[in-house]
């Protein structure tokens, strides 16, 4: 007998390179079958041949038809809108975390979840950075530094000291205080616009974001250099090193942390290399 390649030999389980789709599907799949008749309101069947409720039941809970949702298990590439996962998500009762993570799944954003950029930034969040003991900021999905402690004023001159704009990237593209405090320049500021990209991704035609990209691409020849690129990369922690126009060389270890729930902030952390 030969395997399936989604599935590893004598086990059942997803092989590593299932594709999405067929990750979906597998993942619908095992909520289906493990939801009884009685817990959706149906009276249990004296022969049924697979556990849990049938596809065709299904589809009449979540009002599609059942050669599509039949086809949504099977992995194949059919188009799932965000409208029919939520009907999905609730016909099968899906749990908070398991229904963030069959949107996930899918690339789509659930339409019953509000939109993190309308909302203020966790109260506990902002109070964190008085509390730590190195230069910390919060970022918002912009990257504008929405609180920020005085440790990292004082080495971030030009940007969270005095009346400055409060964005990274326009710090960094257009302030000369940047080019002189950070050691390496062109090699971070290449990395920051290819994180920037990655981080986006979702709301890269949002208002704000489209504004802020815009604005850099004329004020800057470097970052529209460096975004012309189609660089991508994920936010990477590691040494910072900085010329300090006071202080003189600073090297520190980069830690971010996005809060649960609020992956649209970030809380950076420069903890002081030994």
């Not at 049924?48 to 599509?68: D, H, I, K, M």
């Not at 005095?162 to 990237?169: F, K, Q, S, Y």
């Not at 257009?174 to 990655?198: G, K, Y």
Request: hydrophobic share 45%; net charge neutral; charged share 25%.
């Amino acid at each position: 007998m030969t395997t399936q390649p989604s599935e590893k030999a004598g086990t059942g389980a997803p092989a590593l390179d299932a594709t999405p789709a067929r990750a979906l599907g597998d993942f619908i799949r095992a909520h289906r079958e493990r939801l009884s008749p009685l817990a959706v309101g149906l009276p249990p069947a004296p022969r049924r041949r697979t556990p849990g409720l049938r596809r065709e039941e299904v589809a009449q809970l979540c009002g599609v038809s059942p050669t599509w949702y039949t086809w949504i298990e099977q992995g194949r590439p059919v188009s799932a809108s965000a409208d029919a996962l939520a009907r999905i998500a609730v016909a099968l009762q899906l749990s908070r975390a398991e229904r963030a993570y069959l949107f996930e799944l899918a690339a789509q954003r659930d339409p019953a979840e509000p939109d993190p950029a309308a909302l203020d930034a966790p109260a506990a969040l902002l109070k964190t950075v008085a509390l730590v003991g190195a230069p910390a900021y919060v970022l918002d999905r912009q990257w504008n530094a929405l609180r920020w402690n005085p440790q990292a004023a004082d080495l971030f001159v030009g940007w969270l000291d005095g009346a400055n704009d409060r964005n990274l990237l326009t710090y960094m593209f257009t302030r000369p205080e940047a080019s002189e405090l950070v050691v390496d320049w062109e090699t971070r500021a290449r990395r920051l616009v290819a994180e920037f990209r990655a981080d986006t991704i979702r709301h890269l035609n949002d208002a704000p974001t489209r504004a802020l990209i815009d604005g850099l691409l004329t004020a800057s020849d470097a970052f529209a250099r460096f975004w012309a690129s189609q660089d991508v990369g994920e936010r990477e922690g590691g040494a910072r090193a900085f010329n300090h126009p006071v202080r003189g060389r600073l090297v520190y270890d980069q830690i971010t942390f996005k809060p649960a729930h609020r992956e649209d902030l970030k809380l950076v952390i420069l903890v002081g290399s030994d």
